[in-house]
């Protein structure tokens, strides 16, 4: 039987948002890497190590500068259900909300050819806007100001799917050091103080094959992302944005 240790958290290394007999699901913080390397300090995967016995499975992962849900196993047999479903794609379904640079089309689903280990795969985003708002303090120094907060799922998953995407639309995650626009990103953070990527895992449902009921599960944005939101002018988005449709009639290919 598994049981959590009684060493306590790194303050706030793990955010639970649900947990039962055969698994966890948390709020992974942004800059904590989900698996131990070369340069990393420590990793959910040896947190988890730490406060249970014995330690659950990784069966998805998430960037390191991601915040968000995430799902791990604490079974063997659970961890192979939950493998089985993510290679299913469509039937543990995820979202995402992301600051991107200008004012990004209504909706649609993006298909965009990414590169993975030498190898072309197909890809595919939905999206929809849910605001737009302008950045404060920077007009004169760059062409377009303006800004826009949407909501995504990916159909498949690719390495860095979302940022690729939304960056070969020419609408690049805020923060984004890999794949964003870098001259915004050094205003962004020298004027409104931004130092984190714009990019949250907002929620995850999962089926009845897991629990029993399809239950879907919210994590809350994190203070800066908030705080990002009131500087751009927009409102938090409402908890049913979780489950919302996303408009597939425009289709977009970079």
């Known amino acids: 039987m598994q049981n959590r240790q009684k060493t306590p958290d790194p303050p706030g290394a793990i955010e639970i948002l649900f947990e039962d007999p055969r698994f966890l699901v948390l709020n992974k913080r942004a800059g904590l890497a989900v698996q131990g390397g070369e340069g990393v300090g420590i990793s959910l995967d040896a947190l988890l190590g730490r406060l249970y016995r014995p330690k659950p499975f990784l069966v ?3 960037d390191k500068d991601t915040s968000g849900v995430m799902v791990v196993a604490k079974t ?19 979202r995402y909300l992301a600051f991107c640079g200008g ?16 190898k072309n795969k197909a890809a595919e985003t939905r999206y ?8 404060p303090g920077i007009a004169e120094d760059t062409p377009d100001p303006r800004c826009s907060l949407v909501i995504l799922e990916p159909a498949t998953g690719r390495m860095h799917q979302i940022r690729r995407h939304l960056a070969g639309m020419g609408h690049p995650v805020l ?24 990019l949250h895992a907002l929620s995850l449902y999962l089926p009845p ?16 992302f908030l ?4 500087k751009a002018g927009l409102e938090e988005p409402g908890p049913e944005i979780a489950s919302f449709h996303l408009d597939m009639e425009n289709h977009f290919s970079p």
């Open 128 to 135: 929809k806007l849910l605001g737009a708002g302008n950045l």
């Open 227 to 230: 705080e990002f939101l009131k």
């Open 209 to 224: 094959a897991l629990l029993g009921q399809g239950r879907e599960i919210t994590a809350p944005p994190p203070d800066y």
């Open 175 to 198: 923060g984004d050091g890999k794949y964003g626009n870098f001259k915004l990103n050094r205003l962004l953070q020298k004027n409104l103080g931004l130092k984190r990527l714009l």
């Open 76 to 94: 063997r047999e659970a961890a192979a259900a939950c493998a089985a479903l993510f290679a299913q794609k469509s039937a543990l379904r995820k």
């Open 60 to 62: 998805h992962r998430l």
């Open 103 to 118: 004012l990004i089309p209504p909706g649609g689903l993006i298909r965009e050819t990414l590169g993975v280990r030498g």
